[in-house]
């Protein structure tokens, strides 16, 4: 797998890696993972960061360029403090969501979505 991938869906949830095994010796801006139609809520874990890394989850509702380019920033929905693991639950997700590395340091990180189907 790799970073962007849904690794499964039903028809009630799908989980995609944000970050797959990423290491945190320099900034990395994460990949863009399109949220499907229907999908509204969910959860984002991100595990591995160490000393000084930061991890934020990003979201970005705008369609105009479709997909977004990686270096598009969009809206940081959480900050993750310095080499902790970040949990963010979110009530209604964003069109695209990723993950990025703002501030390097040691570990490696991966983060997963879980975003469940809005009935």
């Known amino acids: 797998m790799a970073s ?6 039903d028809m009630g949830q799908i989980t995609a890696l944000l970050l797959d095994n990423v290491a945190t010796g320099a900034t990395n801006n994460g990949v863009w993972v399109e949220v499907p139609s229907g999908y509204g809520a969910g959860t984002v874990t991100v595990v591995g960061p160490a000393t000084t890394t930061v991890v934020t989850i990003n979201g970005l509702n705008d369609i105009s360029t479709i997909p977004p380019a ?3 920033v969009g809206a940081v929905m959480q900050t993750g403090s310095a080499g902790a693991s970040v949990f963010g639950s979110f009530a209604a997700l964003p069109r695209y969501i990723k993950c990025a590395i703002t501030a390097t340091g040691t570990g490696t990180v991966v983060a997963t979505l879980q975003a469940r189907k809005m009935t």
């Open 4 to 9: 962007g991938d849904i690794t499964s869906r």
């Open 70 to 72: 990686a270096a598009t």
